[in-house]
């Protein structure tokens, strides 16, 4: 049983309603960004479908170029300079309100991305471009507003990282819970992994909560509530009272169990960064399938 904070995601403002947004849309101290993104494999390119249509007013979060452009591995984080010069190109600055919105998964990424180098003014729009297109609010096409350059200030809590070397240990020690946010044909290896050239499979011990299950369809998409995803976290049969860490392909969707483990009350959660595509690719890391 997880026990629920009464500072809650409401009195931390991590997610905001598109009524909300609508009606903010031109204050000056929001900053609205999309971090639409596919996998590698799909051969798209988020900024494209920005170019056809996004929410007015916002600019474009390239979660490629603001990860670690020196790593192997996929949307690592960057250095804190690299990702300030990324937020101050954007115009974001240490009193911006940032509101961030995706097509699809990535919107935790970025707001545990944001949370992490010390900006706490970071919320989600529930529901996202999906919702909002669905309920006919007005989209802008084009590039977008260039903004001015912005200082932003970071500090970097690097105790919310897991690294490979930890999650070994975590694997053979079984006294940390390990989900994985992954699909469940990714997770069990009947599928590919999204990655070139990685395998799919799991890691021993992980357990699969795939992250669409923490969106309601019937809800254009938006995030379901604290007490649903408690539920779903029982029925995978999820301990969450001890140390957690969270894993998906590359440390995107993982970002999503987080935000729902946090709005639950519990915030020692960690992320393991490499992710699958820094274990599947480890010629000596145990990877299991089914």
């Not at 369809?217 to 029925?235: L, W």
Request: include cysteine; charge should be negative; glycine fraction near 10%.
């Amino acid at each position: 049983m997880i026990s629920h904070s009464k500072k809650d995601h409401e009195e931390m403002n991590w997610l905001v309603s598109t009524d909300w947004l609508g009606e903010h849309l031109s204050d000056p101290e929001i900053v609205i960004i999309d971090c639409s993104w596919h996998l590698p494999d799909t051969g798209k390119f988020a900024y494209d479908d920005f170019l056809q249509a996004h929410i007015p007013g916002a600019r474009f979060f390239d979660l490629n170029t603001a990860s670690d452009p020196d790593s192997p591995y996929a949307n690592m984080l960057p250095s804190a300079a690299h990702f300030a010069h990324k937020a101050g190109e954007l115009g974001i600055g240490a009193d911006s309100h940032v509101i961030v919105y995706d097509a699809g998964y990535v919107s935790a990424r970025v707001w545990w991305m944001f949370r992490l180098f010390g900006h706490e003014k970071i919320s989600i729009l529930d529901g996202g471009l999906r919702k909002w297109r669905a309920e006919g609010r007005p989209l802008a096409a084009g590039p977008g507003p260039t903004p001015d350059r912005t200082s932003f200030p970071v500090r970097k809590a690097a105790d919310r990282v897991v690294s490979l070397a930890e999650v070994r240990q975590a694997v053979v020690s079984g006294e940390t819970t390990i989900l994985d946010a992954r699909t469940a044909a990714k997770f069990d290896g009947r599928e590919p992994s999204g990655y070139p050239g990685v395998p799919g499979g799991y890691m021993p011990g992980a357990i699969n909560t795939p992250w669409a299950l923490f969106f309601d369809p019937n809800r254009n998409f938006a995030f379901i509530t604290p007490e649903q995803a408690e539920a779903v976290f029982a029925q995978a049969g999820v301990d969450l009272s001890g140390p957690v860490i969270t894993t998906c392909g590359s440390g995107v969707t993982a970002a999503i169990l987080g935000f729902m483990i946090e709005r639950n009350g519990k915030g020692d959660w960690r992320l393991y960064d490499g992710s699958w595509h820094e274990w599947g690719q480890h010629p000596d890391t145990p990877k299991l399938t089914r």
